[in-house]
């Protein structure tokens, strides 16, 4: 089972820029599909972005599309999340995780710990 660790989020402005990194442990990383999810304060978690597990397939929650983009290194097996043109809105704590599928996105394993991003006005 793949573990999960999420890091370089942190506290912004509007309208700038993150890059999140999920760093996975162990060989068969290449095989997942990866996905990256989102939990503000009070609400549900909620999808943001998955990739397929070659890196040829996306997809994006209609929030965040055009301004955030889902990529993998497998070599790394490491998944990314480029945020751009953030909002107060995107505040939330992020997460990573395997997903069955980018269209069905039940998770398949673990959670990360999550990594907190915060955008203010």
């Known amino acids: 089972q793949v573990q999960l660790v999420e890091s370089g989020g942190g506290l912004v402005q509007a309208g700038a820029s993150l890059r999140l990194s999920c760093a996975a442990s162990?060989?068969?990383?290449?095989?997942?599909?990866m996905g990256w999810f989102r939990q503000a304060p009070g609400k549900e978690r909620e999808f943001v972005a998955a990739i397929g597990s070659s890196g040829d397939s996306t997809n994006y929650a209609g929030s965040v599309k055009g301004r955030f983009t889902i990529s993998r290194d497998n070599a790394k097996s490491t998944v990314y999340l480029r945020m751009n043109s953030l909002k107060p809105e995107d505040t939330a704590v992020y997460y990573c995780?395997?997903?069955?599928?980018?269209?069905?996105?039940?998770?398949?394993?673990?959670w990360g710990q999550g990594t907190q991003v915060t955008v203010s006005s």
């Open positions: 162990g060989r068969t990383f290449s095989s997942y599909v």
């Open positions: 995780a395997p997903v069955h599928s980018i269209w069905t996105l039940t998770p398949v394993g673990s």
